[in-house]
């Protein structure tokens, strides 16, 4: 009798290892304490970013535990992030590079997501309003040892080449620190004082908008509201492209219609324009729900202009009209077309 | 022991035995040839998307028209972006078991997309995926026979 119990408790206190280990993994706090970058930079420029860190893991008595250390960046997809994003780490726990985090790597303790599809669905566009953007995410090259209730003052230098699309652009970046052991999970009961949950196992730093001017693209504002968006942001003459306006921005002349109309003008690869103005159901954009202030059309380019065989549409400018076209609103409210260039990124 | 081979016994054997003989009889089936897939006539689209926004809603897909015919041949009526943009020819990549389907426009280079082809409501259905404009752009469109 006396050798089943002892089998029995050797057993139970195996499992309870195994039970401890899964779940005290525990980072304390893990915080982006500053991050200084200049607040506006031109098109192709090396943009030096620095995030300071204040980290504190805490798992009872597993120690050492190694874990990647882990920075993901929300940025323009247009910018390629993945080839133009370098990042050194240095402080307290010795120094060394960056590197991209394989595609395809399951965030832990998210039900199998991906580390972007994960990160989109937490933190969403970062306050952006323009989906075009992506997560790139890097992580550490080696598992960095960390001891439990060590208190670490890191460092992550990034260089960003911005804006490889030759757009200018406003944006919000955003940057998420967090470890390859814990993902972007939140744990109420063992949050630090002072940090909370946000700043557990993982920490958000979303910048004021940052301006990017040159290029010869065009202007793309993904902080400020804009009168028309263009659904999907990049496509060509043979999408189906949405435009919607919204009305509700600003005190426009069409303030208050129940239909508005597009009028566009459409320059072909071979430098031809085709206009398209008239108030007919095919320019008319559809306002949902009713007296709501959002219109939309949704179109094929290629029919909407009727290009001729071997004839591509590369940009349109446009308006938005009231119903007999005597009322036109264009870019900023004001008596410039829209602009739109078809290209992929 | 003796009792063994009593009558009752011996019938209860016979029909144990019987039994078991039936039950392991090996049923050969001649493997029947999987049916070529036949998808000439005419498709109209009921369900399109892009990017996974519905596009049903959003613009008039009712005129739209993909035409198979048995020779290889399809034609699009009142077209609108698709997998190839003019007329031209279609093949799979196996008849019998096809995966992907070809659709080469008259003139145009060949473009692939996978072959889906599920039974749903009494009815097949098509269902395309591809990126006419920008290769991030996915459109997914499911057809039925008219």
Known sequence: ????????????????????????????????????????????????????????????????????????????????GRQNMTATYGGGKGEGNMVFMPAGTICPNSNGLTWEVALREKFGLAGNLIDDL???????????????????????????????????????????????????????????????????????????????????????????????????????????????????????????????????????????????????????????????????????????????????????????????????????????????????? | MDNFFKIGHAYLLIGLITLGLASCKVDRVLPSAESVKDISGSWKVIKASRNGTDLIPLIDYSQFRVKFDAKGAYTLVNPLPFVASKDGKYAFDDPNYPFKITFTANGGTPVSTAFNYPVSGGARQLTLTFSPGCTLNNYVYTLVKE
């Open chain 1, 134 to 345: 992506e997560w790139v995410v890097m992580q550490t090259d080696v598992g960095i040892k960390y001891i439990s209730n060590e208190e670490i003052t890191a460092n992550i230098d990034v260089k960003l080449k911005v804006a490889a699309d030759d757009n200018p652009t406003m944006v919000k970046l955003s940057f998420v620190v967090a470890n390859s052991s814990d993902g972007l999970t939140e744990n109420p009961s063992t949050t630090d004082a002072g940090y909370g949950v946000t700043a557990q196992y993982y920490n958000q730093f979303t910048t004021s908008c940052f301006s990017v001017t040159g290029g010869s693209g065009d202007m793309v504002d993904f902080c400020n509201p804009q009168l028309t968006t263009i659904d999907p942001p990049k496509s060509l003459d043979n999408d189906i492209v949405t435009i919607a306006y919204n009305d509700n921005l600003t005190n426009t002349a069409l303030k208050g219609s129940q239909v508005v109309y597009l009028c566009a003008t459409g320059t072909t690869s071979d430098g031809k324009t085709i206009t398209v103005c008239e108030q007919t159901d095919k320019t008319r954009m559809v306002q949902s729900p009713a007296g709501s202030g959002f219109y939309k059309l949704t179109f094929w380019p290629k029919k909407f202009f009727s290009a001729a065989d071997g004839q591509t549409i590369a940009s349109m400018t446009y308006f938005v009209t009231n119903a007999d076209g005597s009322i036109k609103v264009g870019y900023g409210n004001s008596a410039a077309p829209f602009t739109f260039r078809f290209r992929c990124p």
């Open chain 1, 1 to 80: 009798m006396r050798t089943r119990l002892h089998i029995k408790g050797k057993y139970l206190w195996r499992c309870c290892t195994l039970i401890l280990l899964g779940v005290v993994l525990a980072f304390c706090h893990t915080k982006i304490s500053s991050l200084t970058m200049p607040p506006s930079a031109t098109v192709g420029e090396i943009v030096p970013i620095k995030l300071t860190l204040d980290v504190k893991p805490g798992f009872g008595d597993f120690n050492p535990h190694v874990s990647n250390f882990i920075m993901a960046v929300l940025m323009p997809k247009g910018w390629k």
